[in-house]
């Protein structure tokens, strides 16, 4: 089975420009959330989805969006780039309620911004 | 609000040795669950093991254990006979069971190196 994909995994954008990151959720997980991951900050809740309803957000500025498509797949969208937007980004994905659920992580899409 | 706190940013062990490393949490909650995860350079998080705080025996898998004291809000893990592949970043994180979100809270982390 094949485990949680996203692509790309290394991106380089710079300040003011716009930016779409992608996962694949392992085949039959419904449930796709996403972390921001820095140095200084740690690991930070993003958004998490569950067919295709944004369940939960956390606390980050409106210029980060996000989505599911039917088949599960996700993107985020972050907009405006700004340098503090330097980070490795995971998707991780669940059967249903991923609190609870094992999370199952991707490898992570690591973005630097110029 | 929901807090983790790991307070051992590296450790080191040796290989076939055992080590623990520390978490503690807090949470107003009376349901939720507890996890260590482990972050390998591949970058990729991988669950090590998963406490319901329901559950008042330890969980383990294979050579990692929990010592669960929930009174003192502590999630401690335990790794014996350390081997090189268990080189990593440690994690652990805390959700909040009776909601029906996906959001977790980490701790800091903790860079285990196991030397041979």
């Known amino acids: 089975k094949a485990g949680v994909t996203q692509t790309p995994r290394y991106l380089i954008k710079t300040r003011g420009q716009q930016v779409t990151l992608s996962c694949s959720p392992i085949s039959g997980h419904r449930s796709v959330s996403w972390y921001q991951q820095t140095p200084g900050q740690g690991l930070q809740f993003l958004f998490e989805y569950f067919s295709e309803t944004q369940r939960n957000k956390g606390n980050f500025p409106g210029r980060f969006s996000g989505r599911q498509f039917s088949n599960s797949r996700s993107e985020m969208n972050v907009s405006t780039l700004e340098l503090g937007d330097s980070a490795l980004y995971l998707c991780?994905?669940?059967?249903?309620?991923?609190?609870?659920?094992?999370?199952?992580f991707g490898s992570g899409t690591q973005l630097s911004v110029l | 609000a929901q807090t983790v706190t790991q307070s051992q940013p590296e450790m080191s062990v040796q290989e076939a040795e055992t080590v623990t490393l520390s978490c503690t949490y807090d949470?107003?909650?009376?349901?939720?669950?507890l996890f260590w995860y482990k972050q390998p350079p591949s970058r990729q998080m991988i669950l090590v093991i998963r406490q319901e705080a329901y559950k008042q025996q330890n969980a383990t898998e294979n050579r990692f254990s929990v010592n669960f004291q929930k009174a003192a809000k502590s999630f401690s893990l335990k790794i014996s006979d350390s081997q090189l592949g268990d080189t990593a970043m440690y994690f652990c994180?805390?959700?909040?069971?009776?909601?029906?979100?996906?959001?977790?809270?980490f701790g800091q982390g903790t860079t285990l190196q196991v030397k041979p």
């Open positions: 949470t107003s909650e009376s349901n939720y669950y």
């Open positions: 994180a805390l959700s909040d069971g009776s909601s029906n979100t996906g959001k977790l809270i």
């Open positions: 991780a994905s669940s059967f249903d309620r991923a609190n609870n659920e094992k999370l199952f």
